[in-house]
């Protein structure tokens, strides 16, 4: 049956294109202006090629994952490892520094209320049979954080 409608835009090589735009976090409407049609034909393209499809969620996938992968490194805190080359008499001559991130708070509770939030929702709840478990294990990830920041302190890695 012949489709009496507009023909499609659509060409088979903007998958590339749109992986690429979609790791970048674009939106369906943002894919839409960038091919100048409108979402719903994003939306329809996206049913319609399953290799546009795959193209799109493949790019917004991997996009989610480094933003999340960033999250929880800030949640958690992390080292990085900065090299660089200075002039030192007359000489370039490498340096090398490990700097240290601690933990962020606000990270922590946005990636707990999202990831528990049966747990970590700011509600008060009725307490579980399971809460002094729980309170335990806070107080023994606290502990564990004071102690990692004094080594970090004592070992003149603050500087």
């Not at 202006?33 to 329809?44: A, E, G, H, Q």
């Amino acid at each position: 049956m012949n489709n009496p409608g507009r023909p499609t835009l659509y060409r088979p090589d903007y998958c590339d294109l749109a992986r690429n735009y979609c790791l970048l976090g674009a939106t369906n409407e943002h894919l839409g202006v960038f091919f100048d049609v409108t979402s719903r034909t994003i939306d329809n393209w996206i049913a319609q090629h399953p290799a546009f499809a795959a193209a799109v969620h493949e790019g917004r996938a991997i996009a989610d994952a480094g933003v999340a992968r960033g999250l929880y490194q800030r949640a958690v805190g992390h080292e990085h490892k900065v090299e660089r080359t200075v002039w030192h008499l007359g000489k370039e001559r490498p340096v090398s520094d490990t700097l240290y991130y601690p933990p962020d708070v606000r990270a922590c509770i946005f990636w707990l209320r999202n990831r528990q939030p049966r747990l970590w929702n700011g509600r008060a709840a009725a307490p579980a049979d399971d809460s002094h478990n729980c309170i335990a294990a806070l107080d023994a990830a606290g502990e564990e954080a004071r102690q990692t920041g004094s080594r970090w302190f004592r070992d003149g890695n603050h500087r």
